[in-house]
């Protein structure tokens, strides 16, 4: 069995559903013009990350200077549960499958770094590696395609043919030289579904996100207002979105995950909102201890669940609103204005006058002006 081979069926045994090889170059110009110019464009929004380390993400040599290939695995997190249309009953929000179990990049971090220390053990010269889930500065989506984990899509998420695309990405960098992969076909063909579902046009072109508009990046990446023309195409996400892999003809017999750590806590399946809302600080922290939602912090989840709720149109709503009204944060205050602005009707317009004439409010009270006007 050669080095590769023997790295390949390690990384299965630890759990890894894809794994793939190739040289650690930097893309085609193509590739490269297209990123640049991505970034030139403000795609990235508030992901600074991004903008931060984009040659380093562009070049593997600038993290690892003598690097020459890299390892790409993917772990499926698909697990057997229906499709979001069973759930979308009246006062329940929507969480993206990844995040309804634990946070996966420890878990994946973990075995990466199980399989880089097989990697020095087997070798015969030392080697030095290091290792990126999500975070570090590899174009992960990018480098997995060349290792012929799975194509870019239309949608741009990474498709296997075995798997489809809900899985998880992880890498290692390697100065070893390695038996590389090859890239695998296109095989969106004609299909255009993601591009036809996306309730938001992010997908501006075929291949081509705009993450501004992506609910994923205004659930999650954004951390301050969301636009209030953005508000009423969130409906009831309330953390990431997913309906372009939902209706992926590739996903429809995504095999389920054997990965118990990535089912779903209980209450992540189409939560009920009102039960969110009620949420303090420490039983924030509590619930999402180790789960990837406590990145967005209460502030960020709380500001979701509130337009989820002005969205659900709900007049029945208002008085549980007034909760958020007086929450003390105010990017939650500020996003309940707008939510019971939605509700319309006397409950809501009750609600707003009543907030207007208490002192609670100050910093939003232009906005309840405005909400009161328009109604
Ligand atoms: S995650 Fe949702 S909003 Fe983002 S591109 Fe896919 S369908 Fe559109
Ligand atoms: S929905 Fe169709 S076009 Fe979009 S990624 Fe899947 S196969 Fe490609």
Redesign the pocket.
């Known amino acids: 069995m050669s080095f590769t081979e023997k790295i390949k069926t390690y990384a299965k045994s630890l759990g890894f559903d894809l794994v793939g090889v190739s040289p650690a170059e930097v893309p085609s110009p193509d590739r490269k013009k297209f990123f640049l110019q991505w970034l030139e464009k403000g795609s990235a929004g508030e992901m600074n990350y991004l903008k931060k380390n984009a040659e380093k993400r562009i070049d593997p040599r600038l993290v690892l200077p003598r690097a020459q290939s890299i390892i790409s695995v993917g772990m499926n997190y698909f697990t057997d549960i229906p499709l979001r249309a069973t759930f979308l009953e009246k006062g329940k929000g929507w969480i993206s499958r990844y995040a309804w179990g634990d946070d996966y990049h420890d878990h994946l971090k973990e075995k990466l770094l199980k399989l880089l220390a097989f990697i020095k053990s087997e070798s015969r010269k030392p080697v030095e590696g290091k290792v990126y889930v999500d975070t570090g500065p590899v174009l992960e989506r990018e480098v997995g395609g060349r290792a012929g984990l799975g194509w870019q899509g239309k949608?741009?998420n990474l498709i296997s043919r075995k798997i489809g695309s809900w899985f998880f990405l992880g890498e290692i960098l390697l100065d070893v030289e390695l038996t590389y992969d090859e890239p695998i076909p296109d095989f969106c063909g004609t299909c255009n579904r993601?591009i036809e579902?996306?309730?938001?046009?992010?997908?501006t072109e075929p291949y081509v996100?705009d993450p501004r508009?992506?609910?994923?990046?205004l659930t999650i990446e954004l951390k301050d207002n969301i636009p209030v023309e953005s508000r009423p195409l969130l409906g009831n996400?309330i953390f990431?979105?997913?309906?372009?892999?939902d209706v992926c003809p590739w996903n429809r017999k995504a095999p389920a995950t054997s990965e118990t750590s990535f089912l779903p806590r209980e209450g992540l399946v189409a939560p009920s909102l009102l039960s969110l809302l009620r949420l303090g600080e420490e039983e924030f922290r509590t619930f999402f201890k180790k789960n990837p939602i406590k990145r967005v912090k209460r502030k960020g989840f709380l500001r979701n669940v509130v337009v989820a709720l002005g969205n659900s149109r709900d007049p029945d709503l208002a008085k549980p609103l007034e909760l958020a009204l007086k929450d003390p944060e105010p990017l939650i205050r500020s996003h309940a204005v707008w939510a019971l602005g939605q509700l319309g009707g006397s409950k809501a317009q009750q609600v707003l006058e009543r907030a207007l004439s208490s002192e609670v409010n100050p910093q939003v009270i232009e906005e309840i002006k405005r909400a009161l006007e328009a109604m």
């Open positions: 949608n741009t993601c579902a996306c309730p938001t046009g992010a997908i996100l508009r992506c609910i994923s990046y996400h990431g979105c997913d309906i372009c892999q």
